[in-house]
């Protein structure tokens, strides 16, 4: 039986939340699925040979987990809501891990831990504890597959859903990021520390690091660099080489302003150049541009800075590289910057109506010269015959 003060605090939470999904990531609000029944519930705590907390019942009696897939609904911990047959299969499994000769670890697992959270890809993941009797009954923790099992997340399921609730109403402030109807969690960028652009250039002898000049506009994207963007890489992957470019461009301006580097007049004036169709001179280690470039990633290793270090990269790739990978790799990098990278985005790339989440088969039947998904095809072509 769920009692009265959990069923309220439960159903409330779930209320906010659904609200919240409704309105700022209908994507993400469609993969929760209806109620589990009551029987089914009481089957699995049967199975299972446990006690579920009554929280953790009233949860399931408002949300029997979420589907699987990219825009599944997920925990600020990346692990998806689990329903009743995710919870019978993944707590099965954990209960099947060796351990070791000692038998049940209270660090690792213990044969009264519920799953009810799926990192999916790992192991990982939220759990219940269901040992009747203790005061740690109903009490959340996180399983890692490296380390074992940690509690502190929530005293209840209710309290950890209230808290949700709570982010998610925060929004950006709490890392909480929404595009294209997903929920995204992000990390909020740290400061960044100031940096004076008065530094003299350096002297062509001066020994510095070497900058990776090696770039070519005609080098071959691996189609990997696209995947992880998603419905952007799908987008990029289509529109015409020279919306690409232009998208690449902007991509760089903008991380050159995130960075401090686009007070440095050796870097904005090559960007000021690059975006009025002038051709960048052919690299060299000892021209002005690359020379402050390479003071910029002495100044980042003695700081220990590595996104300025990588923007130092990111500006010589944008520059002679390739125009897929540049845009791909700037927003990369400015994802340590701004929690709106994916808007900033899909401005440069002209607000065109994104595809859908792209698959293996997409990528399979891409026909772009400059991209390489000759694995995919070959996969595609075998899945064909």
Request: with cysteine.
């Amino acid at each position: 039986m769920v009692g009265p003060m959990t069923s309220d605090l439960v159903q409330d939470s779930w209320t906010r939340i659904d609200a919240w999904l409704r309105e700022h990531a209908p994507r993400t609000f469609a993969t929760l699925r209806p109620p589990a029944g009551d029987e089914e519930i009481a089957a699995a705590q049967q199975e299972l040979g446990v006690t579920f907390p009554p929280d953790l019942v009233a949860s399931l009696l408002r949300h029997n987990g979420a589907l699987e897939g990219p825009e599944a609904f997920r925990f600020g911990t990346g692990d998806r809501l689990l329903g009743v047959s995710g919870i019978l299969g993944d707590t099965g499994f954990m209960r099947g891990i060796d351990q070791g000769p000692d038998g049940e670890d209270e660090d690792y697992w213990l044969h009264d831990y519920v799953k009810f959270g799926s990192y999916d890809v790992t192991s990982d993941g939220l759990l219940v504890d269901c040992r009747t009797g203790r005061d740690s009954f109903g009490a959340i923790g996180r399983f890692f597959d490296e380390t074992g099992t940690s509690f502190g997340q929530a005293d209840s399921l209710g309290e950890y859903l209230a808290e949700l609730a709570d982010t998610l109403e925060r929004g950006q402030d709490a890392g909480v990021v929404t595009f294209n109807g997903r929920l995204f969690w992000e990390v909020r960028p740290p400061a960044r520390p100031q940096y004076s652009a008065d530094e003299p250039l350096p002297a062509p002898d001066e020994r510095l690091p070497e900058l990776d000049l090696s770039y070519s506009p005609t080098d071959l994207l691996h189609v990997s660099h696209l995947d992880g963007h998603e419905e952007l890489g799908a987008l990029i992957a289509t529109l015409p080489y020279e919306q690409v470019v232009d998208a690449a461009r902007k991509q760089l301006r903008r991380l050159a302003v995130d960075t401090g580097l686009n007070n440095y007049p050796e870097v904005k004036t090559a960007l000021d150049a690059w975006e009025r169709g002038v051709a960048p001179p052919r690299p060299d280690q000892t021209g002005p541009l690359a020379l402050r470039l390479r003071a910029v990633l002495a100044q980042a290793a003695t700081g220990r800075d590595h996104t300025r270090r990588s923007a130092a990269e990111k500006i010589a790739l944008g520059i002679w590289g390739s125009p897929y990978r540049s845009v791909c790799e700037s927003a990369e990098t400015r994802s340590h910057f701004t929690l709106d990278w994916r808007a900033d985005l899909h401005a440069d790339l002209g607000h065109q109506p994104l595809p859908p989440i792209p698959d293996d088969r997409f990528w399979g039947a891409l026909r772009n010269p400059a991209i390489d998904s000759s694995w995919y095809a070959a996969q595609y072509g075998q899945d064909q015959d």
